[in-house]
């Protein structure tokens, strides 16, 4: 089955994860992360890959101007509903957009689902006027949440059995191939999905210790910025 096809099928039960304890705490510190990351927020910021609008609610409500694609109409139909903000349905390959015309880009959890990164990634490079920037999150290849969630996925239909996973090297061998610059990784979860939530304010003190620290090579969610030069 093609990603895209499973986000059709599982849409409606998208956003139940980020109700459960652990889903909200995942959601909190990856966004704590990716917001500190952004330096650009004046413009315009698309947000790639949107689904439920997650990140695209978010943006709004800080006041950023925000646009949402998704290549999936059922996803979006949920977006839609959360927000007044343009939305597009669209293929992150070939991105309805004229060049230099947005001021960044934020993509989460998009990337492991294509099958042509370096096409979306020169396609980021296009649409981006210069000095804006591209802030992408990913799953790593290098972490304890993700091989269970791998393994899981075996036995049951997941979202990560269509996953392509990444390790921090290879993100950032991409961004520079692609001609990005300044580039920086950060690093967050690093605890299997099945902790017990009593333990919760104590792993959110180590994924804010651990974010900037090598250890953000083994974190399960990963995140890159890089600037068009
Ligand atoms: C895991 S969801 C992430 C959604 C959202 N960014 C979030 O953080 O909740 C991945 C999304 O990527 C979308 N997607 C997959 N391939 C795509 C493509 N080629 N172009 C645009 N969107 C795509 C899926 O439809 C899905 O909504």
Redesign the pocket.
């Known amino acids: 089955m093609?990603?895209?096809a499973y986000?059709?099928q599982i849409?409606s039960k998208?956003d139940t994860w980020y109700t459960t304890p652990i889903g909200s705490y995942v959601d909190a510190v990856e966004k704590e992360q990716v917001f500190s990351l952004m330096k650009g927020q004046k413009g315009v910021i698309l947000?790639?890959?949107?689904?439920?609008?997650?990140?695209t609610l978010a943006l709004n409500r800080l006041g950023i101007k925000v646009i949402g694609?998704?290549?999936?109409m059922e996803?979006?139909k949920i977006a839609i509903q959360k927000m007044s903000v343009p939305f597009v349905l669209?293929?992150?390959?070939i991105l309805p957009f004229k060049n230099q015309s947005l001021d960044s880009i934020l993509?989460?959890?998009?990337f492991?689902?294509?099958?042509y990164p370096e096409k979306?990634l020169s396609e980021i490079y296009r649409v981006l006027r210069p000095k804006g920037e591209i802030i992408l999150?990913t799953m790593n290849t290098f972490s304890a949440w993700f091989l269970f969630k791998r393994l899981k996925s075996i036995f049951k239909e997941t979202?990560y059995r269509y996953a392509r996973f990444y390790t921090v090297n290879q993100l950032k061998i991409l961004f520079k191939q692609a001609g990005f610059i300044n580039l920086t990784t950060r690093g967050v979860i690093y605890f299997p999905a099945f902790i017990p939530c009593f333990l919760i304010p104590l792993v959110e003190k180590l994924d804010r210790k651990w974010a900037t620290s090598p250890l953000r090579h083994l974190a399960a969610f990963v995140l890159i910025r890089g600037e068009k030069p």
């Open positions: 093609e990603p895209v986000f059709e849409a998208y947000d790639l890959g949107c689904g439920t609008g997650n990140y694609l998704d290549k999936s996803m979006l669209g293929d992150a390959s993509s989460i959890t998009l492991e689902f294509l099958t979306t999150g979202a």
